[in-house]
């Protein structure tokens, strides 16, 4: 009581003892409950919640889990309710459902059984499905969350965050040395030096295990690497043991024959030599006389440290490899722990193609075709859905692909054959849809005919899967000059919408296409 009487005066706050609940660690539940009773309040009991996270529990049970899962299924269900796009479920994926694990996997490691859930409940959300069936999941879940410039759509991996968002605290034990949290963690585990070397111990939390394992994780060699040591005392800095000459590579590992005759197998750098007149002089001890056998490792072995000298006015710190500021950002990690999916050339489509400024809904679509990923009937059939017929419904005479469908049907064609002219340059288009997408804007010459260019084939491309649509759907007529009209006002559209500096008229634009694209 003269404990809490005291904080009151000295903090201006009073304590409202029947909002409050009293725990103690190592003390009886009798004496908890006597002491609670004193005070007016109730006893703590564990589990409890302190500051959104669940203290007393086994993170690894899903059942910790079940609130973000729950928060997951609420806002899914109102969602639900409304007609949302798909570039509309993307945005709130990433922007809502991916930030709602946000706090716990900061500090817990997500079990696999909730990660799959996870994403089985934003799959299914991205795809359209509702309590009266489930949809097609067109695309991979790993290329969905690929980056854009890479062929995915930039949904969170929620794997690759997780173990980004954990390994963020290697790099703050190393640099809060100072900070309460840091001294506990190291005076219980050994810091981030205990991240790396420590052994494994029963009395070890549940956090602290996981958070080693996930470090230490083979999958994460490659990123520990980035840690780059700039040397500076090295009083810190074990001269062996650290990767501080090169990224990534430790002295022991490159020079395994010296590092077991060495006698100063712990040392720091700093303890490896002295400095004298001339400057920093290194000072190796080894446990025996070298072999001639011996002696041209140790002379690359020289030649690797000699130019190395530490300073006694720096101090020693890390830089992040990924980021060329060399900050460390959860961001960065994530991005370098994404593996890419595909190859350079695939990849440029991609990246031209998030770069141009038309509705997002229409972006989607184009990725979709890009992928080859659109309902038509071949992909139908591939995926044992039952329809009518499998021929295309403008031509009625082939079986409907893509390429059949956008730039190989005998309908279709004139549209294109049409826009080569405007733009004199006539051409054999390319049947697959990413390399047809690549063809048109790659020889387009000028920036502005580029991206006008660029434009007109999403115009294009959209025009005809609507039509398509409305043929199957509403029975309507196939009508070559209704399709280069909805094409030529949709991308002028576009641009008048999203271009701040495209003023051209409408009339203009339509009587006179040659000329709008130079």
């Known amino acids: 009581m003269p404990i809490l009487r005291s904080f009151e005066i000295v903090s201006g706050l ?86 709602l694990p946000l706090f716990y996997m ?83 585990y050994g810091g981030w030096r205990g991240l790396e070397e420590g052994s494994t111990r029963k009395h070890f939390s549940c ?33 062996w043991e650290d990767s501080w000459v090169e990224r990534g590579i430790r002295l022991k590992d490159k020079f395994p024959e010296l590092y077991h005759l060495s006698s100063q197998k712990f040392h720091t750098v700093a303890t490896m030599g002295t400095f004298c007149e001339s400057g920093w002089e290194w000072s190796f001890s080894w446990r025996r006389n070298l072999f001639d056998s011996e002696m041209g490792r140790a002379y690359e072995f020289i030649d690797q440290t000699a130019a190395i000298r530490p300073s006694t ?90 390429s059949h469908l956008f730039f190989l049907c005998p309908k279709v064609m004139p549209l294109w054959w049409e826009f080569s002219s405007w733009v004199k340059e006539p051409r054999v288009l390319h049947w697959r849809p990413l390399d047809n997408f690549i063809q048109h804007f790659s020889t387009a010459g000028l920036k502005d005919t580029n991206r006008k260019w660029k434009i007109w084939w999403i115009a294009a491309t959209t025009s005809i899967w609507n039509l398509r649509n409305d043929i199957i759907f509403n029975n309507k007529p196939f009508v070559i000059s209704k399709l280069v009209d909805n094409t030529i006002f949709l991308s002028w559209s576009w641009m008048r919408g999203w271009e701040k500096d495209f003023h051209v008229p409408f009339h203009q634009w339509s009587s006179a296409m040659a000329v709008a694209f130079k």
């Open 14 to 99: 009073r304590i409202s003892y029947a909002k409050s609940q009293l725990g103690a660690i190592g003390q009886s539940d009798q004496w908890i409950r006597s002491a609670a009773d004193l005070l007016n309040c109730g006893p703590l009991q564990l589990p409890f919640c302190y500051l959104g996270l669940p203290i007393g529990v086994n993170p690894r049970r899903k059942m910790v889990w079940e609130p973000i899962i729950n928060k997951f299924e609420a806002r899914l269900n109102k969602w639900r309710q409304r007609s949302i796009s798909m570039a509309g479920r993307i945005t709130l994926i990433n922007v809502v459902l991916t930030a």
């Open 106 to 188: 900061s500090f817990f490691r997500t079990p696999s059984a909730v990660i799959n859930k996870l994403i089985s409940i934003q799959r299914r959300f991205l795809w359209g499905d509702n309590q009266e069936g489930r949809k097609i999941a067109w695309v991979a879940w790993s290329q969905v969350c690929a980056a854009k410039e890479r062929g995915g759509l930039g949904v969170k991996d929620i794997t690759a965050f997780n173990k980004a968002l954990l390994i963020k605290w290697k790099w703050m034990m190393f640099h809060y040395l100072d900070q309460l949290w840091n001294r506990i963690l190291t005076s219980k």
């Open 207 to 239: 956090w602290w295990s996981d958070l080693r394992s996930t470090i230490n994780h083979s999958s994460m060699a490659d990123v520990s690497s980035q840690f780059i040591w700039k040397l500076g005392r090295g009083d810190q800095i074990l001269f």
């Open 313 to 402: 006015a720096l101090k020693h710190s890390w830089l992040w490899g990924a980021d060329s500021k060399g900050i460390f950002s959860t961001n960065s990690a994530y991005l370098y722990i994404k593996a890419d999916h595909l190859n350079e050339d695939q990849c440029l489509g991609f990246q031209h193609l998030w770069n141009i400024k038309i509705p997002p809904r229409a972006l989607v679509f184009a990725w979709r075709l890009l992928w080859d990923r659109l309902p038509t009937k071949d992909n139908l059939l591939r995926r044992n859905v039952t329809i009518d017929n499998d021929l295309c419904p403008f031509c009625q005479n082939k079986t409907e692909s893509a």
